[in-house]
């Protein structure tokens, strides 16, 4: 499974594989394998390259908080599909106009708005399905809908330029 874990504004992809105690995860070019158990307590004990770890973690909201060896680390984990779409996808700000484009490939299973239509911060603009999760794109600005490129049902590339607010 892939990851983007995101610790102040540092973010990196990690991916982890193994299961049932014995894992394999992979941070950059860095591979560690690794011996997670959760104890009693509450805690996870970790045996990483011989040398034995504690960790306690406490969710909070979409944070993980991670105390190992004294120092507390506060995580933003999700899915690296999801990480993608939030920071790729979205209308491209800047001066003129905004461009909404595919973060990644998909298909289009709703379009909210025609051209024409005026839109406001946080209005839905369109859905798009991608490795089997629908994924909602919102105004980020308010503004008119000055192109609509794709319909229901179209599949897209990503990169590809779905809609234009003006």
């Keep these: 499974m892939k990851f983007v874990a995101t610790a102040g504004d540092r973010a990196q992809t990690v991916e982890i594989s193994g299961g049932r105690g014995q894992y394999r995860v992979t941070i950059g070019e860095q591979v560690w394998e690794v011996d997670a158990r959760p104890t009693p307590q509450g805690i996870y004990s970790l045996l990483i390259g011989g040398v034995s770890y504690v960790a306690d973690v406490t969710e909070r909201e979409d944070v993980a908080i991670v105390e190992v060896g004294g120092e507390i680390y506060a995580v933003k984990v999700e899915e690296a599909t999801r990480y993608v779409i ?81």
């Design 86 to 166: 939030r920071t790729r996808g979205g209308p491209v700000a800047g001066p003129g106009p905004q461009t909404l484009v595919a973060p990644l490939p998909g298909r289009i299973t709703h379009v909210a708005v025609k051209t024409g239509d005026r839109v406001r911060a946080g209005d839905m603009l369109l859905v798009i399905e991608a490795m089997k999760m629908e994924n909602e794109f919102k105004a980020s600005a308010a503004g008119t809908v000055s192109e609509v490129r794709v319909q229901a049902g179209q599949p897209v590339n990503a990169g590809d330029v779905l809609l234009v607010i003006a």
